[in-house]
């Protein structure tokens, strides 16, 4: 299993941006990130295929938030603009495990990502 650590959480206030990092231990097929709020369940934010050709974003985020990858590096980052209160959470990177359909890594509530980072809170004021 690859080891991830995420970095770059913070507060802000509604409106504002943050961009989150997540860095591999080692190479990565599909990456993803998720997040989850206070008494609510795990949601899927967004994925990247392994090569970056392909992204995917829950429909929530789709326009403000954008998912890259620097292969070279082994990072994922996450680009969030224009936040919302809404988006206040815990975020964690997960890495796909390899072999599986891209629509499985955005439709199985995680259950396709077989490492997981320890997270990083978001919090956005309003």
């Known amino acids: 299993q690859v080891h991830l650590v995420e970095s770059g959480g913070g507060l802000v206030q509604a409106g504002g941006s943050l961009r989150l990092n997540c860095a591999a231990s080692?190479?990565?097929?599909?990456m993803g990130w998720f997040r989850q709020a206070p008494g609510k369940e795990r949601e899927f934010v967004a994925a990247?295929?392994?090569?970056?050709?392909?992204?995917y974003y829950a429909d929530s985020v789709k326009i403000r938030f954008t998912i890259s990858r620097d292969n070279a590096k082994n990072t994922v980052n996450l680009q969030m603009n224009s936040l919302k209160p809404e988006d206040t959470a815990v975020y964690y990177c997960?890495?796909?495990?390899?072999?599986?359909?891209?629509?499985?890594?955005?439709?199985?509530?995680?259950?396709?990502?077989?490492?997981w980072g320890q997270g990083t809170q978001v919090t956005v004021s309003s």
């Open positions: 990247i295929s392994g090569s970056g050709g392909s992204t």
């Open positions: 080692g190479r990565t097929g599909t």
């Open positions: 997960a890495a796909g495990i390899p072999g599986r359909s891209w629509t499985k890594y955005y439709t199985s509530q995680g259950a396709d990502f077989g490492s």
